[in-house]
């Protein structure tokens, strides 16, 4: 097997490789990947560094036509690419093209906002003094990206980067390098110039800490656990360097007694259960109010057995495999807390197996799960979803505040009093009504509250704000 390697100041290297193994039939290798060491990422940092200067001042129509190319490709190769995605990293087939139909229209996006970049001109409140503010490119930014969305957050994240004129450093989860080298070498072949982008693949106590480590990275944005995130933070602080993190959510969906009965079912088991609930947005607790409760157990129930848990790329399957064997040992893990905390299984909890070995998990409900239990209190990141009863309205909107996280909140009523009343008050950065908590657009913003998100959002024109530093200039006439 050829070693897919790192690209570093425009050359690919390295041979030092690790397999990229597949969680729907662990003895399929996808690919061998480089691994970067501490030197590599180093020489990454340097490689990017050196070419910011150049690419800062690049001209947008360059980067409109690298970033259009990229976007262009990615869709013609959407089939190919969603193959490999769901064979790294679990998600189904269809889930996969579609994410990788969204990184596409995210390079397409930016693409078009390359050709947008704009200042004001203000009058000084002194006389014959105009104000200029424009927005200049950061440096060279560091990005951490999780293994959750192989294809779809590295666009997110290098799309917005390159339009606004920084060079990057990009870290892949090391779990699935599989599509992040197909986006570099995409771009690389689209014409991006020597050291612009830099791929390090590898660990992040190795690849990542030395980006931390580094003086020479102006931002970090980073996508991943609230431990990491914690670190890119306090190492960001020392080093006096702009950071942005998302870190995850326990995302409430409220279903309330006047609720269409399949709206909130299909919503419930959509962002609870798909992509294997390992999606920062999934709706892990499900706050349901007395009158609807017994009933909307019982249909939830009904749907989870009609759900398929099978290989990623069999057609009908709906939900793949967990993604490893530590993240299915953390899934079981917290299904036996869920018991010992007296929640009731209702639905699944059971390891199943299948023609090809991978780690299947059925989809597991608990009821009767109050909101100070553990499973309703922290982020499992698996298809483990509890139900929380509450007498009301009220009840429901604290219930769904009551969280450290506050990433996505969702309602299901036809209530456009409550609706209304939800969306104001919902301590979460993006609220779903009569929708799923997880699946958003690529042009608007994306990012949480409280201990989700910290810095700017990410996507849509919001992107600018992390991506770039303001400057006031002032003229004498
Ligand atoms: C989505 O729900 O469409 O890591 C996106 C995550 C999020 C992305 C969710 N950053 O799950």
């Known amino acids: ?110 693409a078009g906002e390359a050709l947008r970049l704009a200042g004001e001109v203000v009058p000084s409140v002194r006389p014959n003094i105009g104000v200029e503010i424009t927005r200049e490119p950061l440096g060279v930014i560091g990005i951490i990206t999780p293994w959750n969305f192989p294809i779809a957050i590295p ?11 920084n060079t990057v450093v990009f870290k892949p989860a090391d779990l699935v390098p599989a599509c992040s080298w197909a986006i570099a070498d995409i771009l690389h072949r689209a014409g991006l110039p020597k050291g612009v982008l830099n791929l390090v693949m590898g660990k992040g106590s190795v690849v990542g800490q030395a980006m931390l480590d580094s003086p020479d990275i102006a931002g970090i944005t980073f996508t991943g656990s609230t431990g990491t995130g914690r670190r890119v933070a306090t190492s960001s602080i ?74 990623a790329m069999k057609p009908g399957t709906h939900i793949g495999p967990v993604v490893d064997a530590r993240q299915l040992q953390t899934d079981t893990d917290y299904i036996k807390i869920g018991k010992e905390e007296g929640a009731k299984l209702a639905f699944g909890g059971e390891l199943i197996s299948r023609d090809t070995p991978g780690f299947y998990l059925q989809p597991t409900l608990f009821t009767e799960a109050t ?55 919902s301590e979460a950065g993006m609220v779903m009504v009569n929708l799923p908590t997880a699946g958003v657009d690529f042009h608007v913003p994306f990012g949480g509250r409280k201990g989700s998100s910290y810095g700017p959002r990410e996507q849509g024109k919001y992107a600018a704000e992390f991506y770039t530093t303001v400057k006031t200039a002032y003229t004498l006439a």
Not at 52 to 80: C, T, Y
Request: proline share 3%; hydrophobic share 45%; glycine share 6%.
């Open 1 to 110: 097997m050829t070693v897919h390697q790192n690209l570093i100041a425009g050359e690919w290297t390295g041979t030092n490789a690790a397999e990229n193994i597949n969680p729907s039939d662990t003895n399929e290798v996808v690919g061998l990947y480089a691994q970067a060491s501490a030197e590599d990422a180093k020489a990454a940092i340097a490689a990017a560094k050196a070419a910011f200067p150049a690419w800062s001042r690049s001209g947008i129509w360059e980067r409109h036509v690298i970033l259009k190319k990229a976007g262009d490709e990615i869709m013609a190769r959407k089939d190919e690419l969603g193959a490999l995605l769901a064979r790294e990293e679990g998600k189904t087939l269809p889930e996969a093209i579609g994410e990788t139909i969204r990184a596409s229209q995210i390079f397409e996006f930016f």
């Open 155 to 165: 666009a997110w994240k290098i799309a917005p980067a390159l339009c606004y004129g």
């Open 238 to 311: 020392e080093h006096n360097r702009k950071f942005q993190l998302e870190m995850g959510g326990k995302n409430p969906m409220v279903v309330l007694d006047d609720a269409d009965l399949t709206v909130a079912v299909e919503a419930a088991a959509n962002s609870g259960f798909f992509s294997t609930g390992q999606r920062c947005t999934a709706s892990s607790r499900l706050i349901v109010t007395e009158g609807i409760h017994d009933k909307f157990v019982a249909a939830l129930t009904e749907k989870l057995k009609t759900i398929v848990v099978d290989n």
């Open 371 to 425: 909101n100070q239990m553990r499973i309703s209190r922290e982020e499992i990141f698996g298809p483990v979803v509890s139900v929380i009863r509450v007498k009301d309205y009220e009840e429901a909107l604290a219930t769904a505040n009551d969280t450290p996280f506050g990433l996505s909140a969702g309602i299901a009523t036809t209530s456009l009093k409550h609706a209304t009343h939800f969306k104001r008050n």
